[in-house]
């Protein structure tokens, strides 16, 4: 088979991923504000959290420095440790955290000692600069550990998440009614409580995006679907807080008279730090959602179309891995998929680790779910089509916070997680997987991006892939030939 085969209505590999797109009328704090990522709000909290605690352990007596100085060392040391013990133990984290993530939690454990040994010592100065250098040291450890995976580019979009504010152009189901058969404007995303009555996976609220043409006619077209699944730390809100991916959704849908997929954010975690990796396990039975509940109630709730062919999965990160699980294993479900920076099939650590985290020690059930053995059991698929955006080292620059290799291109993108070393579990894994996927007679391509593993690398990748995907999934599209 060609190396780039493609098929008629959309060619395989979407061009260039562009840049963030401008900020626009009526998104509010979502898409501009405040950078948390660079600028002066890190650096002022970093100071400020410095200054506290060096006037909190700068006291003179010599207990002080012989006891509970050695003390503060001690528990600002024994924090980073086992912060650093639990994430390689737990395997949270492919891309390795940059060293100053280690120093602030350790100044985080330091601040706790001097608050807590120092409060019967030292002028009230002191120990009042010390409680305050607790909970500031926290929020510096915060900045940084965003800082390094992209996730809230801004203040205010931090503070939406926190306080659930709600989504852009967010409605409810039962306003849809009075909308069909008129002029929205932009689509409307809608909260929905998928039923699990498929998996019994306990999820949180899902999001349902629906493009403009969706509200014409008397009753719903039958729409194509793509599936939207994020990292490993995951909310189902993340593509549109963190990725930020409605402003170019909306040009997109609005230059091509209206027409879209619908979007399904979906929950793969069931809460923000269980990673399922999307298999049934331990951890809960998150593919059974993904290819039971969430179909049945899309199709049935927005006629959605029930055509393979016109459903697709795009996933980042643990997402990426996800939705070239969900396609082999699937192809009665779904004919195109897009692995945004994905590993080489579900892990969470080594592959011992894995089979017992994941699996419960089933290797059987491993091997279930691990796209290399499951596309050399299935043979020939038909009509099954896969675009990879890989990441690739960036160039070494000097000069940011945490000695990056990542080219900070703008101040919306975050350092991506690097610290000298690249995500071993994600580097030549797009390169094997489509290789294997040819052999099994699938079309796919490579598109490799030089870039770090941020939510800004994962937008980027998604909105330069819409117009394929979207002609893909039998939509025509203004500029894209037939």
């Not at 993530?101 to 706790?112: M, Q």
């Not at 080489?344 to 279930?368: H, I, M, N, S, Y």
Request: glycine fraction near 12%; proline fraction near 8%; charged fraction near 15%.
């Amino acid at each position: 088979m060609p190396v780039n085969r493609v098929l008629p209505q959309a060619p395989v590999g979407p061009p260039p991923a562009p840049k963030a797109p401008a900020a626009r009328a009526g998104y509010g704090g979502f898409h501009h504000g405040v950078s948390l990522l660079h600028g002066w709000v890190p650096q002022v909290l970093a100071f400020v959290a410095v200054l506290l605690l060096v006037i909190a352990l700068l006291r003179f007596t010599r207990r002080w420095w012989l006891v509970w100085m050695p003390m503060c060392v001690v528990l600002g040391v024994g924090a980073a440790w086992g912060s650093w013990t639990f994430m390689n133990d737990e395997g949270l984290a492919d891309d390795p955290a940059p060293v100053l993530l280690w120093v602030c939690i350790g100044l985080t454990g330091a601040a706790l000692g001097a608050a807590v040994v120092g409060w019967r010592t030292g002028a009230l100065w002191q120990r009042l600069a010390a409680v305050i250098a607790v909970p500031l040291a926290l929020v510096n450890t915060a900045v940084v550990l965003n800082q390094w995976v992209g996730y809230y580019p801004t203040v205010q979009a931090a503070w939406n998440a926190l306080t659930a504010e709600p989504l852009p152009h967010q409605t409810s189901l039962a306003s849809l009614d009075g909308l069909r058969n008129t002029n929205v404007g932009p689509g409307r995303i809608v909260p929905v409580d998928i039923p699990e009555s498929g998996s019994h996976f306990k999820h949180r609220t899902e999001y349902v995006y629906l493009p403009p043409a969706w509200f014409a006619g008397d009753k719903p077209p039958a729409l194509p679907v793509v599936m939207m699944i994020g990292g490993e730390f995951n909310t189902p809100a993340d593509w549109v807080r963190s990725g930020q991916i409605m402003p170019a959704v909306d040009d997109f849908a609005a230059g091509n008279g209206g027409r879209a997929p619908l979007l399904v954010f979906v929950d793969s975690g069931g809460s923000f730090n269980n990673d399922t990796e999307c298999v049934n396990g331990p951890r809960g039975d998150a593919a059974d959602h993904l290819t039971d509940d969430v179909p049945d109630y899309v199709e049935s709730a927005f006629g959605a179309s029930k055509d393979p062919a016109q459903w697709a999965v795009v996933g980042w990160s643990m997402g990426g891995t996800c939705a070239v699980d969900l396609a082999v294993m699937h192809p009665e479900l779904l004919h195109t998929f897009v692995d945004i920076a994905g590993d080489l099939g579900p892990t969470a650590g080594t592959k011992e680790q894995t089979v017992r985290r994941l699996f419960g020690g089933d290797a059987e059930a491993w091997a279930r779910f691990d796209p290399m053995t499951v596309m050399g059991k299935h043979g020939p698929y038909t009509d099954m089509v896969g675009l990879f955006d890989d990441l690739k080292p960036p160039q070494r620059q000097s000069g940011n916070r945490f000695r990056s290799q990542q080219p900070v291109e703008d101040e919306s993108a975050g350092f991506g997680g690097h610290d000298n070393v690249f995500d071993t579990g994600e580097e030549g894994a797009a390169a094997t997987l489509c290789e294997e996927g040819r052999r099994t007679g699938m079309d796919c391509t490579v598109h490799t991006t030089e870039g770090g593993h941020t939510w800004q690398f994962a937008a980027s990748a998604f909105t330069s892939s819409l117009p394929w995907l979207t002609a893909r999934l039998g939509l025509p599209v203004s500029g894209v030939t037939s």
